[in-house]
Nanobody, 124 residues
Framework: QVQLVESGGGLVQAGGSLRLSCVAS????????MGWFRQAPGKQRELVATITSGGSTNYADSVKGRFTISRDNAKNTVYLQMNSLNAEDAAVYYC??????????????????WGQGTQVTVSS
């Protein structure tokens, strides 16, 4: 069993900052990519940022220059530092990770995992 648990969401004024964290736990052999997605009411879930195990990052155009994704491989944790927040950033933020677990004595299985989501609300 693998779990992703997010924290750090909340209410912030426009122009403010928040830092989200997501910890992966359970039967983990290795973690490939980790990332953050978000879903606002009435909209589809969209990619915010991703980071590979080697540290390569990718951002949605809407957050470039304002958000920074990072990870601590020793702690199986990914972070999202969000600065200069605006109303368009309000959403439920979901952590995502592709994780390999040992499925038998000689084999491993990779699967996509999601956290339960953390709400980010931006007040004007």
């Amino acid at each position: 069993q693998v779990q992703l648990v997010e924290s750090g969401g909340g209410l912030v004024q426009a122009g403010g900052s928040l830092r989200l964290s997501c910890v992966a736990s359970g039967s983990i052999f290795s973690i490939n990519s980790m990332g953050w997605f978000r879903q606002a009411p009435g909209k589809q879930r969209e990619l915010v940022a991703t980071i590979t195990s080697g540290g390569s990052t990718n951002y949605a155009d809407s957050v470039k220059g304002r958000f920074t994704i990072s990870r601590d491989n020793a702690k199986n944790t990914v972070y999202l530092q969000m600065n200069s927040l605006n109303a368009e950033d309000a959403a439920v933020y979901y952590c995502n990770a592709y994780i390999f677990s040992k499925s038998s004595a000689l084999s491993y299985r990779g699967a996509d995992y999601w956290g339960q989501g953390t709400q980010v609300t931006v007040s004007s």
